[in-house]
């Protein structure tokens, strides 16, 4: 496993140019940060998420029995519904994004990503009972990012008729939920557009070094409309281009396209079922960042 792991590493390493420029962007953000500790903290990180990511691509299996997948997605399932209970007082399903993943600070978000990946996998294992409890599951997130990342990669990766009409159906469902944020208290228009205005308004202020890797909550404060500052706590700019740009300033896209690609060529090839799962996954998660910002 550590052999593979290493050689999968060295094949996914940036060229020592690309290093130097990263290194570059990495000292110039911190020195010139709004918080200096917490961007060097978060650039330490980011070798750190590096390596993970590669050693899951190396770890990765190429097929896995469907019976465990099954009820690996189905504890999930179970134990997420159970502490969303347990968190509710009661059974309560038609709150906002209150479905949970076995630790109070992994909220909807965050769980309903992880259940993308496990319907992916299972989806490109063939397994549909796996994906039919991972696809319960997102819908009970209630989280419209996940929702459109997941619809790009199944129609990337080529849809049968039944997953179609599961995904007319669950956009269905997200409907609702949708239009509540273009006419209620914390619509659209006057939360999620001041949110993108205050992170381009931080570009435009230090388009060079940004305001400090992970201190977007801080620069808000500075850079915010006064109604973000009433809304609930906001710790990123529900885009990765515009946390990017707001945070490392423009060189922060270019080192994220230089560690994706480097990533993409580790890839297995796109006929295996593990390379179609990956690339799915990419695309998925591209286009929940659309509305959304993980690592």
């Known amino acids: ?49 590096y390596c993970f990511i590669v050693f899951a691509i190396a ?17 999930l399932l179970v134990v997420s519904l159970a502490w969303t209970v347990y968190e509710a007082k009661g059974i309560n ?3 906002w994004r209150t479905f949970r993943l076995t630790l109070p600070f992994f909220v909807s978000t965050t769980s309903a990503a992880f259940f993308i990946y496990v319907f992916l996998y299972s989806y490109s294992q063939h397994a549909f009972w ?11 997130t209630q989280s419209r990012g996940p929702i459109l990342g ?32 273009v006419i209620g208290p914390y619509a659209f228009y006057t939360q999620r557009f001041h949110i993108w205005r205050a992170a381009w308004d931080m570009f435009i202020m230090r ?18 409309h006064p109604f973000l500052l009433q809304a609930l706590p906001l ?10 740009l707001a945070e490392i300033g423009i060189a922060g896209p270019i080192v994220f396209l ?31 960042n659309i509305f959304d910002v993980t690592p």
Request: charged share 10%.
């Open 1 to 49: 496993m550590w052999q593979t792991f290493i050689t999968t590493l060295r094949k996914a390493l940036p060229t020592k140019w690309e290093l130097l420029f990263i290194f570059f962007v990495a000292v110039y953000n911190t020195v010139f940060s709004l918080q200096p500790w917490k961007t060097l903290l978060f650039w330490c990180f980011v070798p750190l998420v």
């Open 59 to 75: 770890w990765l299996p190429e097929e896995i029995d469907h019976r465990k997948l099954t009820l690996i997605a189905f504890l």
């Open 93 to 95: 399903l038609s709150g």
């Open 130 to 140: 796996a994906e039919l409890f991972s696809l319960i599951s997102l819908m009970l």
């Open 150 to 181: 997941l619809a790009m990669a199944i129609l990337y990766g080529g849809v049968n008729i039944y997953w179609f009409v599961a995904l007319t159906g669950f956009i269905i469902y997200a409907i609702p939920y949708t239009l509540r944020e």
């Open 207 to 224: 388009p060079f070094s940004g305001v400090g890797f992970g201190t977007f909550p801080k620069a808000l404060e500075i850079y915010g």
């Open 235 to 244: 710790n990123h700019a529900h885009d990765l281009l515009l946390e990017l």
């Open 258 to 288: 230089i560690l994706l690609w480097h990533l993409y060529t580790i890839f297995p090839d796109g006929n295996t079922q593990k390379g179609h799962f990956l690339r799915m996954s990419l695309v998925a998660y591209l286009g929940r």
